[in-house]
């Protein structure tokens, strides 16, 4: 392994010394023996092949630099002006720093700590290495945001020099940890993994100033090798005299000794396997995430090494963040060709692993969301909450291209805000959902499908998915056998990789009734269970369905009802909180600006589209920042609102004998008045946000649930399939046959067709087939009549 | 001092290249890659290549400034890395790994390949305007088997028909390859390579479609690189680089890796892509890149209104356009079977592009479903290859249950080589891509078929492709003009059908297409040419008057016949009368065109409807 700064000279941060005097120079040696003087024993040290070969002198070409050998001697009298050459670091007041570091560092604000139970107020670091005396795991994971915090210029050391300055860390760990724990015996001395260097976020900004330095970046395993055993020490013996020897590999070779130093016989040394001494090793591709790339570019790749114990730490597919040193290797010259190819190989020694997506099954991962907004942005965020039309500018902002249909608009606004979580785990009815669902149906062409894609194209975890093309399996999950490793994996399907997110599916109708099943589960426990090959799990699926839907018949027919239009299971449908109806409205003023709107589509030019788009990355911001920081709770006044809201829906049919209104109907203005909440960046949920909440609700109602033969918004047609007035109907219709037939007399049977006839002749409205069908079923059941090919009997 | 790279030195090379450049026809003088042999052109020479970008590779770091050591003598030399795929030294000299004055420096490296599916006339041409000097390479007495002629003369001899038809329709069922004998050699020669006994599979050199031939290249940017995207097409300038030496440093390393851990970071596919022998992938350094616009030899590579040429150009050619339109349009009735109606949209389909996107919808295409179209007498087949002629790069794509279910439609992330393998969807901008639809018949179709036949429809109603990164999925934006020709109303999607009526059925439809092109002028199909990628390039207004005239209409046509007349007729009728105005050179919307763009809209859907009851009937 070959590592050398002088040949990266540009990227050295300027010295604040000067680097000529040969007073400050020492050779790397006085810092290689760092292992602590006291409690030794037991403790083995261990190689950091992470950090390459530490153990090589660096090679100072004194000659060059017109130094004399007298650096040696300088070493002991200069004491602590003494420098690692071509660093700026000096040993011992490194060390001193960083055990000061690990002794105070206190970090009340820590989030982090508190999540794994250490006491903020103490020193967090102390606590740390009090569990590794605990646990026996001798590594000593530092954020490097606390160090950075804590001394600015060690900071930059460590991101500059980390080849040196890690060893003095672990130099400093281990001699306070063995001064407190003397008695301690640990696999190995404590290794100080630095992680989160602020250094690089992005594997497209790497460049050549970052080698050897200490980097951290973010991204996908997309591969990962077998484990490859590499010598760390080479172990020889002389066929003639048995003397033998070790050699230790100088970088990535061993110098296979062609003499016996004991008998002088040459070419007489073998290696014994056996005897030379391995480390693990394992090479790593990592790609970078999807989200950091720019638009029409494929993404970068990077190879990582990792050493020892952090092999086989992550899988493909895992998302990381990775600390490590970056390295650039000139490709080998070889003896026999004079020219070699100039383009070095790159490649990250791992120091540490942070997988990013772990925390995601059990948590929103704020982790990577939280560090996107620059202050800047958040108070540009926080500046356009307080606006008081951000609302309406919202909703107006989103999909600019569809024309009009606010209210939906709005809906969906709201959807992609989503309601506050909620756990009553404890109290035993699990979760709250806090997402909202939403329904489109209409005639075909009425831009249903743009909105849908606009909304996928929105949001970071969104899917799009299509009825007619899914299925079950494709929305939940499937076993799949790894093509790689011939491991059963459980591949995920839209439901579960949308999960903090939105799925969207079109041609909602079109799915079979097996698919839709599974959505039941989803749209109100939002969990999904399976069952398969062996493999019983409940994944979480907490993602908000918007789901588009065309009509049976080709045009959406007024004189029916949402149901009988869309042909959907009431089930399903009264778990969505809003469904609307985009109709193509009949009206001139609207066709009016709908042309109006459409011809400005052809010849506005890129730069005015320009403006809109920017001000999609703003809704995107905008979205994130509320979704991850503003979390509304019911404010007092807003609860009695809701609850008056409530009964007044209850009332509206109570006085006709029917139920207007159910709990699930309270449970979706809860949450839309969270997500309005939200909208303005607001922590209580108050009368106005109810209000909204009210209007959007009553809105979505009144364009699905009216009841086309009475023209009154009735609730049960979503919640049962059918209006409470046609319910009526039917039991008015069946009573009317009864006494039709009773008014016949004895007959003990009626031909069928003769009492549709009588009933027709009797009744002063329209009697279907089919009504009457369910008349005679409706007798069926109260065990007056059977019912048997053409003939009624009574019974 | 000399430790830091001279920047100013840099700068200065480009400059200078791109004022010689720029001196009259001066880019004519430097040999094409496209064109001449790789064996023929002079190593380390300057050469230029038009080429699509089909894959980026990981950035890399190189010397950018090293120094070499003379051990005997201890005698230093720096010398500068750029340009240049290997670190030169002396015989007697060794390159000082450890010295201080090294400089690294980044470049990237992009996997070129020709433009996918460019039509033979295209490369016919710009290897003619390209003057004598140029085709004979400096180092070699190599003379292309054609006889050198200037262009002019190359005209003369297009006069005779018959010539002319043997060019074209010679290659009988392969449309791919109508190539002329001079690519031909290039081919045996790079087909050599592939069969050579050292590598035993052929490298597959990824083209995104099959049977394409010509060189792909490794294209190393040094300036700039985050400016150029995935399938952009490139104009690039620099200096080849085929050192016989890359190919030994890779081989080396192969047998080397098996012993040495440190060197296997890649495995053997992977070597055998990012570095495949200089001799079949040869390494450009690139000194000038531009994004083109449009490959169409016939029209100055760049249009900018500031350069008086181009300005002269423009106005030379639209004032003769509505003669050229006229016989574009008499060509293409003809074509079409003598069917006025559908040769005035496929003028309109040929013209269309993507101008803009509005959040998620694409503005400006017009995809169009020619149906019924004849089924037995290769009508498609003859169709393309009329197209073929007329557009700079096209592909047909037969549908067959077969195709659907083997051909790979999107382009997927292989991330043992750690490449992009190629997918017939991945074509650059305003490829003409003729889906032949007549040949379908009913059977099923698998997992890969479903994927395929749902990246078409995604490909025609957003612009779209989603690449396969087997992890994830990422969505390319593309412009691709999408004819469909089918029996009945196509499966995919469409932004307009036509139904074709044939006024004339030729007994012999070979013949009478043919017959066809050689009717034309070169110089007339040249214009042609011209015709349909200039008015691609035009932009387009509509004034606040004809808004508000259009506003009535619409309004005036929903009052009489709501059910019929949507928002989406409303934006087809736009599109329609968008491509009708500019097809006339016009840059805005004028009363009259958008009444004739009605007319023609009201012509198109009476004969649907014609033929559904006609079809009600049948049934």
């Known amino acids: ?795 | 001092a000399q430790n830091v790279p001279n920047s100013d030195w840099e700068k200065k090379v480009t400059e200078y290249f791109k004022e010689k450049l720029k001196e009259n026809n001066a880019t004519n003088w430097v040999p094409s890659l496209n064109d001449v042999p790789v064996h023929y052109l002079k190593p380390n020479s300057l050469v230029k290549f038009r080429c699509m970008v089909q894959d980026m590779f990981d950035p890399e770091f190189y010397m950018g400034v090293y120094e070499t050591v003379d051990p005997n003598t201890n005698a230093r030399v720096l010398h500068f890395g750029k340009y240049r795929d290997v670190a030169e030294c002396g015989p007697q000299q060794e390159i000082d790994l450890n010295s201080s004055q090294t400089v690294t420096s980044e470049r990237q490296t992009f996997y070129c390949v020709p433009v996918p599916g460019e039509s033979a006339w295209v490369k016919e041409i710009s290897f003619l305007t390209e003057p004598v000097q140029a085709r004979v390479s400096p180092s070699t007495s190599y003379t292309p088997s054609r006889h050198k002629r200037s262009y002019e003369e190359d005209e003369d001899m297009d006069l005779h028909p018959s010539k002319q038809k043997e060019q074209h329709l010679g290659s009988g069922g392969d449309i791919h390859g109508c190539v002329e004998p001079k690519r031909l050699e290039t081919e045996a020669s790079a087909g050599h390579h592939v069969i050579s006994p050292n590598c035993s599979p052929p490298l597959d050199l990824n083209f995104p479609l099959p049977g394409e031939k010509g060189p792909a290249c490794l294209v190393k940017v040094y300036e700039n690189w985050e400016s150029f995207k995935v399938n952009d097409v490139l104009e690039v300038f620099g200096v080849l680089s085929v050192d016989p030496v890359l190919s030994i440093v890779n081989s080396e390393e192969r047998d080397s890796s098996t012993l040495d851990p440190m060197e296997c970071m890649d495995t053997a596919e992977e070597q055998r892509v990012h570095s495949p022998p200089a001799s079949l992938v040869p390494r450009i350094h690139v000194i000038l890149a531009q994004k083109l616009q449009h490959i169409n030899p016939l029209l100055p590579a760049c249009l900018k209104e500031e350069e008086s040429k181009t300005c002269e150009f423009v106005s030379n050619f639209m004032s003769e356009l509505s003669p050229v339109r006229a016989e574009l349009l008499g060509f293409l009735t003809h074509a079409l079977l003598g069917d006025s109606l559908a040769a005035e949209y496929l003028i309109l389909h040929l013209i269309s592009t993507v101008y803009a996107r509005r959040d998620v919808l694409p503005l400006g295409k017009f995809a169009v479903n020619l149906s019924g179209c004849p089924r037995n007498s290769a009508f498609t087949e003859h169709l393309y290859r009329l197209i073929q002629q007329l557009v700079p790069a096209s592909y047909h794509l037969r549908m067959s249950i077969e195709s659907m279910n083997h051909s790979r439609f999107i382009p997927h992330k292989d991330y043992t080589a750690n490449r992009l393998v190629s997918g017939l969807l991945q074509l650059a901008s305003n490829t003409s891509l003729v889906i032949d639809e007549t040949q379908l018949e009913q059977g099923q179709l698998d997992t890969a078929g479903v994927h395929n036949v749902t990246a078409l429809g995604n490909l025609i109603t957003w612009q779209k492709v989603d690449y396969d990164f087997n992890y994830h999925r990422m969505e390319f934006p593309c412009n691709i003009n999408v004819l469909i020709t089918s029996e009945g109303r196509s499966l995919l999607p469409s932004d307009c059908q036509v139904h074709l009526q044939p006024q004339i059925i030729p007994p012999n439809m070979e013949e009478y297409m043919s017959s066809l092109l050689t009717a034309v002028l070169p110089s007339v199909l040249n214009k042609f040419r011209i015709y349909l990628s200039l008015l691609r390039l035009l932009d387009y207004s509509i004034s606040d008057e004809v808004t508000k005239a259009v506003e009535e209409d619409f309004v005036e046509m929903r009052k009489n016949n709501p059910e019929s007349v949507t928002a989406d007729d409303l934006h087809k009728m736009l599109l329609v009368a968008r491509f009708l105005s500019l097809s006339a050179g016009q840059t805005t919307l004028s009363r009259e065109r958008w009444l004739r763009a009605k007319q023609l809209e009201a012509l198109r859907k009476a004969r649907l409807q014609q033929q559904q009851s006609v079809n009600g009937n049948e049934l």
């Open chain 1, 1 to 795: 392994l070959f590592s050398s700064p002088p040949q990266f000279r540009h990227s050295a941060i300027p010295l604040d010394f000067d680097i000529s005097s040969p007073l400050t120079y020492g050779t790397p040696s006085s810092r290689v023996e760092g292992t602590p003087r006291s409690g030794v024993r037991g403790t083995p040290v261990r190689q950091r092949p992470d950090l390459g070969s530490v153990r090589k002198a660096r090679q100072v070409d004194l000659h060059s630099d017109g130094l004399a050998e007298d650096v040696v001697a300088t070493e002991q009298s200069l004491g602590q002006k003494l420098v690692i050459w071509g660093t700026d670091v000096n040993v011992a007041s490194c060390k001193e720093k960083f055990q000061r570091f690990l002794q105070r560092f206190i970090d009340p604000l820590d989030k982090e700590g508190e999540d794994i139970g250490l006491d903020l107020n103490e020193p967090r670091y102390m606590q740390r290495l009090h569990e590794i005396n605990m646990v026996g795991e001798p590594f000593l994971n530092i954020n490097c945001d606390h160090l950075r915090s804590f001394d600015e210029n060690l900071y930059r050391q460590l991101i500059c020099y980390p080849q040196e300055v890690i060893p003095t860390f672990d130099m400093a760990a281990n001699e306070i940890f063995f001064d407190r724990y003397p008695d301690s015996i640990l696999e190995h001395q404590i290794q100080v993994r630095p992680y989160n260097a602020l250094k690089t976020r992005n594997m497209r900004n790497l460049n050549p100033e970052d080698i050897d330095q200490l980097i951290t970046i973010s991204g996908m395993v997309i591969r990962s090798s077998q484990l490859i055993p590499e010598m760390q020490e080479a172990f020889f013996r002389c066929q003639v005299c048995a003397f033998t020897t070790r050699v230790e590999i100088d970088r990535g070779r061993i110098a296979e000794p062609s003499v016996c130093k004991n008998c002088n016989t040459t070419h007489s040394m073998a290696l014994i396997h056996n005897r030379s001494m391995f480390s693990d090793k394992q090479m790593i591709k990592l790609q970078e995430s999807p989200e950091d790339m720019p638009a029409g570019q494929t993404p970068h790749t990077v190879v990582l090494f990792a050493h020892n114990d952090l092999v086989d730490k992550v899988q493909p597919g895992d998302r990381v963040n990775v600390t490590g040193i970056y390295r650039a290797v000139p490709i080998r010259v070889n003896p026999r060709v004079s020219s070699v190819n100039s383009v070095y190989k790159t490649h990250i020694d791992v120091i540490h692993y942070r997988k990013t997506d772990s925390k995601r099954l059990h948590f929103v991962d704020e982790e990577t969301e939280q560090k996107r907004f620059t202050e800047e942005r958040v108070e540009m965020l926080k500046e356009l909450s307080k606006k008081a039309d951000i609302y309406e500018r919202l909703a107006f902002a989103l999909a600019p291209s569809i024309y009009e249909h606010e209210d939906i608009k709005k809906g969906i606004l709201l959807q992609l805000f989503g309601g506050s979580r909620k756990d009553f785990t404890h109290t035993g009815r699990g979760h709250f959902r806090a997402e909202i669902n939403i329904l489109l149906c209409g005639d075909p062409g009425t831009s249903k499908s743009q909105l849908l894609q606009y909304v996928y194209n929105l949001v970071p975890r969104g899917q799009y998915t299509s009825g007619k093309g899914s299925s079950a399996v494709g929305l939940t999950a499937y076993v799949m056998k790894d093509p790689e490793t011939r491991q059963l994996v459980l591949q995920t399907g839209a439901l579960v990789l949308s999960d903090n997110g939105i799925c969207c599916i079109d041609e909602f109708d079109k799915m079979n009734e097996s698919t839709r099943s599974v959505l039941h589960e989803v749209m109100e426990q939002q969990t999904l269970s399976i069952a398969k090959a062996g493999i019983i799990c409940q994944l979480n699926a907490r993602t908000s369905i918007l789901a588009a839907a065309n009509p049976i018949e080709s045009q959406w027919n007024p004189k029916k009802t949402t149901i009988e239009n869309i042909q959907l299971p009431h089930t399903l449908l009264s778990r969505f909180d809003l469904i609307f109806l985009m109709l193509d409205p009949r009206d001139e003023a609207y066709d009016r600006r709908l042309a109006r709107h459409l011809v400005s589509l052809y010849y506005q030019s890129e730069e005015k589209m320009e403006e809109e788009y920017m001000d999609m990355a703003v809704l995107r911001d905008y979205i994130a920042y509320a979704r991850s920081y503003v979390n509304p709770r019911l404010g007092e006044e807003a609860s009695q609102a809701l609850i008056e809201a409530y009964v007044d829906m209850r009332k509206i049919g109570s006085g006709r004998g029917m139920v207007s209104a159910y709990p699930r109907q309270l449970e979706s203005l809860i949450r839309l008045a969270e997500a309005h909440a939200k909208v303005r960046f607001s922590e209580k949920v108050e009368t106005i946000d109810v209000e909204e909440a009210k209007c959007l609700h009553r809105e979505a109602l009144k364009q699905s649930a009216t009841d086309p033969r009475t023209g009154i918004v009735d609730i049960s047609i979503l919640t049962t399939g059918m209006s409470a007035t046609a319910r009526k109907r039917k039991e008015e219709l069946a009573q009317a046959l009864r006494k039709l037939i009773q008014s016949k007399g004895k007959t003990p049977s009626l031909k069928y067709q003769q009492l549709l006839d009588d009933l027709r002749a009797q009744s002063d409205t329209a009697v279907t087939k089919e009504m009457f069908e369910e008349a005679l079923r409706a007798l069926a059941d109260e065990d007056f009549l059977t019912v048997t090919g053409k003939t009624v009997r009574l019974l």
